[in-house]
């Protein structure tokens, strides 16, 4: 392992910030991870450990030590007739851990596809897409205390999954390093289903338990002409769709959403209806007593989308999506963010939290 100074992150996080670690080191293993442990007590500084930087703001230059997470494995823990249990080491990237689970023939993460960031990051803020959460798929999660050094496992209930939550995102946070994850997921033999009961597409799609009603996924599987859907090609309509709505961070810097989908309670609901009838909104079980709002569609109604002010904007396409067009710093988004944030409690009395994690 390397201990290097001053080292540039500007392609180490998606927003591609000009900024610097004061120190940096690379863990390219399980093993690397603990040793690096071993020295917590001599370490008096900040440290920051980072995966894919994909869901990071830094408002300047990191003054401490940036441990860079990149161990990497797949292995099979278990496995039945029916699923399959296995785990993946923190470093692995998630979108090829997805793409490497979808040609095993195996069902749970396909609408995950094409998220950026390591596996590691995914249960911290229990990352979703396309009506699907990795709460769903996931069994454990391996974590070591970093100021004990003792390692742990969570179960699923344990870590306290909820929209864009877990307990990593709240009392856990900066606490634990997560070391891997076990997912469980379904065995599907597709070309199996289809030869031996001739079903039509949504009988095999209800057959696999594949995840088709959310947004488009119907629609452009039918514009693939995949009339069987199967989880290669939900993936692939996944991907599409993605590739049409969000910008890549390789031209573009951002880091995904830049604030939650807020969360109203029915009081508020009924205060705001008749005032924006035009207001999208998705009951929320248990009861439909609250109401999910697209934060997108607030944003877009206060006039901000395609907002630019130097280098820092608002996406053309996504309002959501805060972008940095070549040399935004840090707090130039940050101001931008802001300023979004008060304008939408102005107008809607709602308040948006960021789900990027500021890093000062
Ligand atoms: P990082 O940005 O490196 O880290 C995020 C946080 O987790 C930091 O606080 C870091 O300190 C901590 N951390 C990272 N690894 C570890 C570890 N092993 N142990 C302890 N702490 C750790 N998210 C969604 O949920 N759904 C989407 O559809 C989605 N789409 C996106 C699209 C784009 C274009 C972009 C840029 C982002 C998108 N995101 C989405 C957000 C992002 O991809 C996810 O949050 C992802 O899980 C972040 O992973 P990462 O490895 O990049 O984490
Ligand atoms: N909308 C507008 N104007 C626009 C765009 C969207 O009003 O210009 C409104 C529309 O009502 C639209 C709604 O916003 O129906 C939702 O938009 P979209 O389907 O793009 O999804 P989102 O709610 O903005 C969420 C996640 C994404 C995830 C997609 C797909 C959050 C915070 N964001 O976005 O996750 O990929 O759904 O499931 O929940 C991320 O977390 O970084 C992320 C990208």
Known sequence: MHLDQKVSLKTLHTFGMEVEARYFVEAKTHSEVLTLLNYRHMIHMPILFLGGGSNVLFTGDFKGIVIRINSKGIVIREEDQTHVHVTAEAGENWDEFVQYCVNQGWAGLENLSMIPGKVGAAPIQNIGAYGVEVKDSIESVQVVDISTGKQRRFTNAECQFGYRDSIFKRELKGKVIILNVTFRLRKIDESHDERISGLQGDK??????????????????????????????????????????????????????????????????????????????????????????????????????????GDAGVHTAQPLVLVNYGNSTGLQVLSLANQIMDSVYQKFGINLEPEVNVIS
């Open 204 to 309: 095999v799609a209800e057959r696999s338990l594949l995840r088709l009603d959310y947004g488009d996924i119907r629609e452009e599987l039918e514009n693939m002409g995949a009339t069987v859907p199967t989880i290669r090609s939900v993936r692939e309509a996944v991907c599409n769709i993605r590739r049409r709505k969000l910008p890549d961070p390789a031209e573009i810097g951002n880091a995904g959403s830049f604030f939650k989908n807020p969360v109203i309670d029915r009081e508020k609901m009924e205060l705001l209806q008749p005032v924006f009838p035009g207001m999208p909104f998705y009951p929320q079980s248990p009861a439909s007593q609250s109401f999910k709002i697209p934060a997108a569609w607030l944003i877009d109604q206060c006039g901000w989308k395609g907002y630019r002010s």
